[in-house]
């Protein structure tokens, strides 16, 4: 698999996500579900990258399932996050994650793979 632009974008993306997430941890704790979620993308983007066949045959829905999760995480924050934005809070991670998620979305939508 070539490493283009967009794809290195998808790597910083995703990872900037995940860190956001997992550094967390000291406030919330490893089982909360905002620090899981770091986790997760984590596993999606290996899912996505490494050359394991079973994931490179099924490519096309592990993009869909990676697209969906980050939609989700956007969408469940926007119903049940913290809005309160304060630098000297976690709340605001909330802010910088969004962010960073809305370009790996965009990021993703122009890897997207064709249809077989």
């Not at 960073?100 to 993703?108: D, I, N, S």
Request: hydrophobic share 55%; with cysteine; charged share 10%.
């Amino acid at each position: 698999m070539k490493l283009s632009p967009r794809r290195f974008g998808i790597i910083i993306c995703s990872l900037a996500t995940a860190y956001l997430h997992i550094s967390l941890y000291p406030d919330f704790g490893y089982l909360d579900w905002v620090v899981l979620n770091g986790f997760g993308t984590i596993a999606l983007l290996l899912a996505y990258f490494l050359p394991i066949p079973f994931f490179q045959s099924r490519h096309l829905t592990v993009f869909w399932a990676m697209f969906g999760y980050v939609w989700l995480t956007i969408s469940l924050w926007a119903l049940f996050g913290d809005k309160t934005f304060l630098l000297e809070t976690t709340a605001a991670i909330g802010y910088y994650a969004k962010t960073a998620e809305f370009f790996l979305l965009v990021f993703m939508w122009a890897d997207r793979p064709e249809a077989p």
